[in-house]
C-alpha cells in the first residue's frame, strides 16, 4: 500500500524556520518527481515544489524562491522541505505528493501537515 | 503567479452532466499537454481523477474525462452524483516559470 506520512509542522513565529519531511512506503521512491503541495485555510491549492527522482532539478513558485529549499533522500525514502524566512502568507497545510507521470499529476497525497506563521 | 481561471461554482441534478472550464494561455494550458484535475472533499487531500489533459488514473470513474481546446481545458462529469460534490481544480505546467500553476477552484453542488 502506498502511504505518504507528513511531520514538522506547527506553530512558528514570523521570521522563523521550520523543516517538513515526508516518508513514503509502498512505492520505489527514487523513479518518481515529488512535490509538495499547500493549501491556506479556505482557500485553494498553490504547488510549492517540485524535484526531480535524482534530487539534482528542483523548480519553485515565485513566492518562495530563496527562502524554502526542497530536498530528497532516495536512500531513507523521504522528502523535505526547509523553509525559512516565514511569514503570515506561508500559514497553511502542506501535502507532499508523488506525480505520477512527471508532469504535475499528482497520484498520492499525504495527508498534510499544518503549519501555522503567527506571533 | 496567477491561478488558472475556473468558475466558482457549477451545480446540476443527479444524472446530468457538467462541464467545469479551466482557462490559461500559451504558455500552460495551451501550450503543453500537463493538464490535470483534481477533486477535494472538505477536510481531505486532493484525489487525482485526470491526467496530462484526457487520461484516467486506474479506480477513477469513467464518468471522468477531459478535453482541452486551445488555451482552455475541460473537465465533464456524466451521470452526476451526490458524491461528485466536492471541489474541482486543474493543475497546468507553466513554461514561463518552469513552475506549475492550479486553477482558482470550481464548487461542484448536487442539486
Known amino acids: 500500500e502506498v502511504q505518504l506520512v507528513e511531520s514538522g509542522g506547527g506553530l512558528v513565529q514570523p521570521g522563523g524556520s521550520l523543516r517538513l519531511s515526508c516518508a513514503v512506503s509502498?512505492?520505489?521512491?527514487?523513479?518518481?518527481?515529488m512535490a509538495w503541495v499547500r493549501q491556506a485555510p479556505g482557500e485553494g491549492l498553490e504547488w510549492v515544489a517540485s524535484t526531480k527522482e535524482g534530487g539534482s532539478d528542483k523548480y519553485y513558485v515565485h513566492s518562495v524562491k530563496g527562502r524554502f529549499t526542497i530536498s530528497r533522500d532516495n536512500a531513507k525514502n523521504s522528502l523535505y522541505l526547509q523553509m525559512n524566512s516565514l511569514g503570515a502568507e506561508d500559514t497553511a497545510v502542506y501535502y507532499c505528493?508523488?506525480?505520477?507521470?512527471?508532469?504535475?499529476?499528482?497520484?498520492?497525497w499525504g495527508q498534510g501537515t499544518l503549519v501555522t506563521v503567527s506571533s | 503567479q496567477s491561478a488558472l481561471t475556473q468558475p466558482a461554482s457549477v451545480s446540476g441534478s443527479p444524472g446530468q452532466s457538467i462541464t467545469i472550464s479551466c482557462t490559461g494561455t500559451s504558455s500552460d494550458v495551451g501550450g503543453y499537454n500537463y493538464v490535470s484535475w483534481y477533486q477535494q472533499h472538505p477536510g481531505k487531500a486532493p484525489k487525482l481523477m485526470i491526467y496530462d489533459v484526457s487520461n484516467r488514473p486506474s479506480g477513477v470513474s469513467n464518468r471522468f474525462s477531459g478535453s482541452k481546446s486551445g488555451n482552455t481545458a475541460s473537465l465533464t462529469i456524466s451521470g452526476l452524483q451526490a458524491e461528485d460534490e466536492a471541489d474541482y481544480y486543474c493543475?497546468?505546467?507553466?513554461?514561463?516559470?518552469?513552475?506549475?500553476?492550479f486553477g482558482t477552484g470550481t464548487k461542484v453542488t448536487v442539486l
Open positions: 509502498g512505492f520505489t521512491f527514487s523513479n518518481y518527481w
Open positions: 505528493a508523488r506525480d505520477l507521470a512527471a508532469s504535475g499529476s499528482y497520484d498520492c
Open positions: 493543475n497546468s505546467y507553466r513554461s514561463s516559470s518552469t513552475s506549475y500553476v
